[in-house]
């Protein structure tokens, strides 16, 4: 399969070199910004450009990975009618391309990515869905040439597991932040808190959410929870915070 | 050294066989439960009783490996006045053995034990705090062959982790819990974010968690968390934490 990479952030960086090594063909790479086309470019070792009009025609897929802003308005670009067409948002519609191609798509895997830290494509889920059949088959066929786990979902369900992502990702992130800062508050290194977060991941690889909680909350500690509330009376964010998720896992077990 | 273990929980059974391996010579095993207690001495076999009368008085340390409560009144009980008595609680302070011991402490592992999963005591930061200095030295000298990161804390300092702990791990999984339950109501199965988890904790063991923040709170992109606002309009308590984690993420990052 001949690909465009419209794109050049974490997401273009990982997914592109992980098509090229399972042997797809990457033809060029487009971004708005000469030197990050031809650093992505390079390390690909294809062509680049920053102009729309010299986009290559003749590529079997384009892939769009861009910010849901540009996205929308790049779609409306009238590149290579025939090909399919594809962008990687968790949040954003399939119905982007409708008034403006034929075959189109989504390619949605469910990681984060960083610039420093390598990524093992194969165990990324990729989720995909398709305008119609054939398309389809053409996006199962490379998803699976690069990642162990693909699923066909549509939008809403896509715009769901986003949500869910933000939870896992995201908002776990800002608790391993705020942990950071109330052990910084007590002299105690970030560093001290590390395998903690580690093995709370690993646990929920083999154990499920409700098997793998514990705590004050839930073990119903109230002289526990009131010795932290004590503690942490004097920052109402946080406060506001702990009691919430308290008052969630409390009701999760004690009914 | 030779030592009593009290309480025969996840944390009891993981400590203790991590001592023994470690050359440490365990006496006995006490539980309030006869069953519990063969259980455990069996895995490290040693004696076991159930009677506090029957606990042997001639070891070097006690450790009460105890649910808050059962161990309040339990370092009430006069065994061994010379030893040295320790306790395994984030939440509870030093002063609790100070009328009924002379040679006391505590002696704090932060990790989530479970039944199933076995872990690397070695990774294991132990946080211990003793009454006096040739305490600390025994403590220490014993800390130190499980654990290469042992640090000395005092029982605030030691609160305010058992907080930090909290939100790193008790509340990450009640996270997971709700991306779980997300997923699952869009037909999408938990596993689909197992690798995201995954990566999520593997990031922060070499970014600090401001870098690895990603997501649209992160980037001020208020479109997508109106979609996702819109998707859990139904679901008042979930609405409520994602616009109170995303509140924090957007304040963190746009000043």
């Given at each position: 399969m001949r690909i465009i990479i419209i794109g050049v952030g974490n997401l273009a960086t990982h997914l592109s070199l992980a098509l090229q090594s399972a042997?797809?063909?990457?033809v060029q790479v487009y971004s708005r910004t000469i030197d990050s086309a031809s650093s992505l470019a390079a390390k690909l070792d294809v062509p680049f450009t920053n102009q729309v009009s010299e986009i290559n025609p003749n590529a079997d897929l384009y892939i769009y990975a861009l910010s849901d802003d540009v996205l929308e308005s790049f779609v409306?670009?009238?590149?290579?009618?025939d090909a399919i067409h594809v962008h990687t948002a968790?949040?954003?519609?399939?119905?982007?391309f409708k008034n403006y191609k034929e075959n189109y798509g989504v390619f949605y895997p469910l990681q984060t990515f960083s610039k420093i830290k390598p990524v093992d494509f194969s165990n990324i889920p990729l989720f995909i869905e398709a305008s119609n059949d054939a398309a389809l088959q053409k996006l199962s066929k490379l998803a699976t040439s690069i990642s162990k786990n693909v699923y066909q979902i549509n939008s809403e369900q896509r715009l769901k597991l986003h949500i869910a992502g933000v939870f896992a990702n995201n908002f776990v992130n800002h608790l391993y932040k705020l942990a950071s800062d109330i052990a910084t508050s007590a002299d105690i290194p970030f560093d001290a808190i590390k395998p903690l977060i580690m093995e709370t991941a690993e646990k929920i690889q083999i154990l499920r959410p409700e098997e793998s909680q514990t705590g004050p909350a839930k073990r119903n500690d109230l002289k526990v929870l009131e010795k932290h509330r004590e503690l942490l009376k004097n920052d109402d964010e946080i406060l506001k915070l702990y009691n919430q998720l308290s008052d969630m896992i409390l009701k999760s077990y004690q009914g």
């Amino acid at each position: 399969m001949r690909i465009i990479i419209i794109g050049v952030g974490n997401l273009a960086t990982h997914l592109s070199l992980a098509l090229q090594s399972a042997g797809n063909e990457i033809v060029q790479v487009y971004s708005r910004t000469i030197d990050s086309a031809s650093s992505l470019a390079a390390k690909l070792d294809v062509p680049f450009t920053n102009q729309v009009s010299e986009i290559n025609p003749n590529a079997d897929l384009y892939i769009y990975a861009l910010s849901d802003d540009v996205l929308e308005s790049f779609v409306q670009n009238s590149i290579a009618p025939d090909a399919i067409h594809v962008h990687t948002a968790g949040s954003v519609s399939i119905d982007i391309f409708k008034n403006y191609k034929e075959n189109y798509g989504v390619f949605y895997p469910l990681q984060t990515f960083s610039k420093i830290k390598p990524v093992d494509f194969s165990n990324i889920p990729l989720f995909i869905e398709a305008s119609n059949d054939a398309a389809l088959q053409k996006l199962s066929k490379l998803a699976t040439s690069i990642s162990k786990n693909v699923y066909q979902i549509n939008s809403e369900q896509r715009l769901k597991l986003h949500i869910a992502g933000v939870f896992a990702n995201n908002f776990v992130n800002h608790l391993y932040k705020l942990a950071s800062d109330i052990a910084t508050s007590a002299d105690i290194p970030f560093d001290a808190i590390k395998p903690l977060i580690m093995e709370t991941a690993e646990k929920i690889q083999i154990l499920r959410p409700e098997e793998s909680q514990t705590g004050p909350a839930k073990r119903n500690d109230l002289k526990v929870l009131e010795k932290h509330r004590e503690l942490l009376k004097n920052d109402d964010e946080i406060l506001k915070l702990y009691n919430q998720l308290s008052d969630m896992i409390l009701k999760s077990y004690q009914g």
